[in-house]
């Protein structure tokens, strides 16, 4: 196999990895948002604490999504360069 060039199959493995990755990260995103938000719905909190758990919960589920992304990633280019 030529090393400089990527086979079809190879961009297309590429490609869905990527879209496995974004989705799962959206995914996680949302869970953990939703996770961090939902005792100050439950509770009732209001004023700066809810803001203070939107802000929270955007942000740790920004940062997981982010993770997992990265994760995926670089577990794919890994396995690619071992040649699995």
Not at 2 to 25: N, P, Y
Not at 46 to 75: C, N, T
Request: without cysteine; proline residues 2%.
């Amino acid at each position: 196999m030529d090393m400089g060039r990527e086979s079809r199959w190879e961009k297309d493995a590429m490609t869905v990895e990527i879209v496995f990755a974004l989705v799962t990260a959206a995914a996680l995103a949302a869970v953990v948002f939703v996770v961090v938000l939902a005792p100050a719905l439950a509770l009732g909190v209001s004023g700066p604490a809810r803001e203070a758990a939107w802000m929270g919960g955007a942000l740790l589920g920004a940062v997981a999504g982010v993770w997992r992304l990265v994760r995926v990633l670089r577990r794919f280019d890994a396995q690619r360069r071992k040649g699995r």
